[in-house]
């Protein structure tokens, strides 16, 4: 796999907002918008509508490393962002990974 590399830029998020295709269940929305690179970029966006800090640092590391270990899930060329809605907080790191394992699978169809 290659580099695990996450999107720091507002303009690049606004980008994947505006122009992307978005898939969502209870949890999660999924963006996805073609780069014109030959690697995929991930963001993550934790509102304050979901906790405070320490939830929301939280749901934002176990994201990372789901993306980060499971990026075959998310074919190459692409920039990603996953924003977490207020029900993630319940939800343990295999139940987090499977909805975003059915996310993944919806945004391409």
């Given amino acids: 796999m290659g580099d695990f590399i996450i999107l720091r830029k ?3 998020y606004r ?3 505006n122009s992307g295709k978005s898939v969502a269940n209870k ?3 999924l963006f996805a918008l073609k780069n014109s690179l030959d690697i995929s970029r991930f963001g993550f966006s934790v509102s304050k509508k979901v906790g405070k800090a320490v939830k929301r640092n939280k ?3 176990t994201l990372k490393e789901i993306c980060r270990l499971n990026n075959d899930l998310f074919p190459l060329g692409y920039d990603y962002v996953i924003l977490a809605r207020k029900d993630a907080v319940n939800q343990n790191f295999w139940q987090i990974k499977n909805h975003l ?5 919806k945004v391409f169809k």
């Fill in 101 to 105: 394992n059915k996310l993944a699978l």
């Fill in 27 to 29: 949890y999660f929305v």
């Fill in 15 to 17: 980008r994947v907002y």
């Fill in 10 to 12: 507002n303009s690049d």
């Fill in 59 to 61: 749901i934002r590391r």
